[in-house]
């Protein structure tokens, strides 16, 4: 039976923090009732159309998930668990805000048959959380963690970012330090972008914003890399460490082209050759879903020629990179063929090597990855 992934967004938050640029509100509760009235419909109308497919993760994000009460978290699991053939090892993950959070609410993620949480935690620098926005401080992310734990999830993902206002080299490894005490299984590290429409890109755009030089961040991205290795995390994508075992299966999907459905506002699927979104405006996705459509916006056919660049694309990211004899089952030609001066070219200016037969990134390249992908489009 073909494995499926599903992807459910919660577009709620109690404040928008000031880099954030994801489709989210700050709702009421008729607001919310009404959406998860819509996302409900949604689950019943893909019941009819998938079938024949075993889901093996699903991801609950946002948004805050953690925002919302948990009646909404017990209706969602009774209408998803009478919908879809759910696998009893699936990955089932919840994210949560810190700020958001207390036991009872973990409880009912255990008793939903939730197993792995994924923490917004950002920086452990309480000046630096402030800084961003964030609504929660330091002490709230220790407490929730060991909420956390005491009620038994054992896989437990933490997001951090790097190149923030005001943050210096010694910053992000005190955060780090500070967080793989507490023990996650999954450390996700990504890189502050300034987004257009932010309250940052605002304060940049002024001249208010005092941002670490881009050769500090890449420090900072490196130093970290190092660190979380040596203590036992191991990188399996450019922006993500784990422990032996803990790698996200759910995203492993989006980076290895299996199919996915994406519930929710703005949601991106990827199924039945067809890459498809959601509407991103309340009214349209509700009204699709009242009259018994899908919320459907746009959708493209994904051509082999595209299938082909994403697999480059996506692949190149992973440490374990692109493998030759992969490729050529996947599209039955040799890689060669079309990329022999792509990876000629990459390989003289030392941002790609062979290992074995596989092509991966190289210390440089893992800052210049841009790059080296604009040379997969064909
Ligand atoms: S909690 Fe997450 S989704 Fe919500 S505003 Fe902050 S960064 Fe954006």
């Given at each position: 039976m073909e494995k499926l992934g599903i992807y459910i967004h919660i577009p709620f938050c109690i404040k928008k923090c000031d880099y954030c640029d994801f489709v989210s509100v700050k709702p009421n509760e008729e607001m919310i009732e009404r959406y998860i009235n819509s996302l409900i419909n949604e689950m019943k109308i893909y019941s009819?159309?998938?079938?024949?497919?075993?889901?093996?993760?699903?991801?609950?994000?946002?948004?805050?998930?953690?925002?919302?009460?948990?009646?909404?978290?017990?209706?969602?699991?009774?209408?998803?668990?009478?919908?879809?053939?759910?696998a009893s090892d699936s990955e089932i993950t919840i994210e949560v805000n810190p700020g958001t959070i207390d036991n009872k609410k973990i409880k009912a993620y255990k008793e939903n048959g939730i197993n792995r949480i994924s923490l917004g935690v950002q920086s452990l620098n309480d000046k630096i959380l402030y800084n961003i926005g964030r609504i929660h401080n330091k002490e709230d992310i220790i407490n929730t963690i060991k909420l956390i734990k005491l009620n038994g999830f054992d896989n437990l993902n933490t997001d951090l970012m790097i190149g923030l206002p005001?943050?210096?080299?010694?910053?992000?490894?005190?955060?780090?330090?500070?967080?793989?005490?507490?023990?996650?299984?999954h450390i996700s590290l990504y890189s502050l972008i300034i987004e257009e429409g932010t309250k940052l890109y605002e304060l940049e755009k002024n001249g208010k914003l005092i941002l670490p030089s881009e050769d500090e961040e890449?420090?900072?991205y490196h130093d970290a890399k190092e660190f979380l290795e040596e203590n036992g995390y191991l990188q399996y994508e450019i922006s993500n460490f784990s422990q032996n075992g803990f790698e996200c299966k759910h995203n492993l999907k989006y980076w290895t082209l299996k199919p996915y459905i994406g519930l929710g506002l703005n949601s991106h699927s990827n199924i039945w050759n067809y890459r498809y979104w959601n509407y991103s405006n309340f009214t349209d996705y509700n009204e699709a879903l009242n009259r018994g459509s899908l919320p459907i916006s746009n959708k493209e056919f994904i051509s082999t020629k595209s299938r082909i660049t994403e697999f480059m694309i996506l692949g190149i990211r992973l440490n374990s990179g692109i493998n030759r004899e992969e490729f050529y089952k996947e599209f039955g030609t040799d890689i060669d063929y079309f990329?022999?001066?792509?990876?000629?070219?990459?390989?003289?200016?030392?941002?790609?090597?062979?290992?074995?037969?596989?092509?991966?990134?190289?210390?440089?390249?893992?800052?210049?990855?841009?790059?080296?992908?604009?040379?997969?489009?064909?």
């Open positions: 009819k159309l998938i079938g024949g497919y075993l889901v093996d993760s699903i991801f609950i994000g946002g948004g805050t998930p953690s925002s919302i009460d948990i009646k909404y978290i017990y209706r969602l699991f009774e209408i998803l668990n009478n919908s879809f053939n759910i005001g943050q210096t080299l010694p910053d992000v490894i005190n955060s780090l330090e500070q967080i793989i005490e507490l023990k996650p299984t890449r420090l900072m990329y022999k001066d792509a990876i000629q070219k990459n390989k003289d200016l030392g941002l790609i090597y062979e290992d074995g037969r596989s092509i991966k990134l190289t210390k440089k390249g893992l800052d210049f990855s841009n790059i080296v992908e604009l040379d997969f489009y064909i």
